[in-house]
C-alpha cells in the first residue's frame, strides 16, 4: 500500500494567517491516465470528515477560496491563505492512485 | 442535496458481526460507489470497502476476509457486514459516496475520492 506522510502532526497558528500542511506519498500519484489523485479532507472537531480539495488542486462545491492545494509526483501541500475560527480540525490528505486508497495520519490546525 | 443517513448496533460482543446500514437520499444512486471507512478513536482513517449500484464491490485486502457489503437500489441503501469483530475494531464508522475515474473498467474501477459523508456510527466491541 502507499503510505502518506503528513507534516507537520500539530500546527497553531494565529487567525488571519497563512497555514500550510504538507503531505508526502512513498510513490508517485501519476496514474497511467495522467491524473493524479490526490485529494484533503477536513475534519471538524465531532464532525465527519469533508471533502476540500480533489486532484490535487479542484476545489469542491461550497469550500472557500481561502483553500488551496498544489504540488505533483509524491510532494503535495494544502494552504489557507488565512486561518479563520471554522478552520480548526484536523487535515487529512489521502490518494486513490493506487488501490487500495490510504490516507495521512492527519495534521491537527489549531488556534494559538 | 446529498446526505447520507447511517444506522446500526453500537456496541458488540468480541467474535460477533457487525451490522451498518446506510440511506442515501438526494442525487442519483447509480453512477457512483457507496463506500465505508472508519476511524478508530483518536486515530486515523481507512477505507474499508465499497459498492456501486450493480453490486460490483471492492474492499481492501486487510479486511477483505471479514467484510460483505450489499446493496438495495429499491430503497437506495447499502449495508456493512464485518464478521469476527475483536476491541481493534472499535471505531467510529462511516459511509460516503465515492467517485469513481471517469474511464475504467473492471478492476480497475473504484472511488478516487468522497465527497459525501454520513453523521457516523461509533462501534465499540467490547466484553
Known amino acids: 500500500d502507499i503510505v502518506m506522510t503528513q507534516t507537520p502532526l500539530s500546527s497553531p497558528v494565529t487567525l488571519g494567517q497563512p497555514a500550510s500542511i504538507s503531505c508526502r506519498s512513498s510513490?508517485?500519484?501519476?496514474?497511467?491516465?495522467?491524473?493524479?489523485?490526490l485529494s484533503w479532507l477536513q475534519q471538524r472537531p465531532g464532525q465527519p470528515p469533508r471533502l476540500l480539495i480533489y486532484?490535487?488542486?479542484n476545489r469542491f462545491s461550497g469550500v472557500p477560496d481561502r483553500f488551496s492545494g498544489s504540488g505533483a509526483g509524491t510532494d503535495f501541500t494544502l494552504k489557507i491563505s488565512r486561518v479563520e475560527a471554522e478552520d480548526v480540525g484536523v487535515y487529512y490528505c489521502?490518494?486513490?492512485?493506487?488501490?487500495?486508497?490510504?490516507f495521512g495520519q492527519g495534521t491537527k490546525v489549531e488556534i494559538k | 442535496q446529498v446526505q447520507l443517513q447511517q444506522w446500526g448496533a453500537g456496541l458488540l460482543k468480541p467474535s460477533e458481526t457487525l451490522s451498518l446500514t446506510c440511506a442515501v437520499y438526494?442525487?442519483?444512486?447509480?453512477?457512483?460507489?457507496w463506500s465505508w471507512i472508519r476511524q478508530p478513536p483518536g486515530k486515523g482513517l481507512e477505507w474499508i470497502g465499497e459498492?456501486?449500484?450493480?453490486?460490483?464491490?471492492n474492499y481492501n485486502p486487510s479486511l477483505k476476509s471479514r467484510v460483505t457489503i450489499s446493496v438495495d437500489t429499491s430503497k437506495n441503501q447499502f449495508s456493512l457486514k464485518l464478521s469476527s469483530v475483536t476491541a481493534a475494531d472499535t471505531a467510529v464508522y462511516y459511509c460516503?459516496?465515492?467517485?469513481?475515474?471517469?474511464?475504467?473498467?473492471?478492476?480497475?474501477?473504484?472511488?478516487?475520492?468522497?465527497?459525501?459523508w454520513g453523521q457516523g456510527t461509533l462501534v465499540t466491541v467490547s466484553s
Open positions: 460516503a459516496r465515492g467517485i469513481r475515474r471517469k474511464y475504467c473498467s473492471g478492476g480497475s474501477c473504484y472511488s478516487v475520492h468522497f465527497d459525501y
Open positions: 438526494g442525487g442519483s444512486f447509480s453512477g457512483y460507489y
Open positions: 459498492i456501486n449500484h450493480s453490486g460490483s464491490t
Open positions: 510513490q508517485s500519484l501519476v496514474h497511467s491516465d495522467g491524473n493524479t489523485y
Open positions: 486532484k490535487i488542486s
Open positions: 489521502m490518494q486513490a492512485t493506487q488501490f487500495p486508497q490510504t
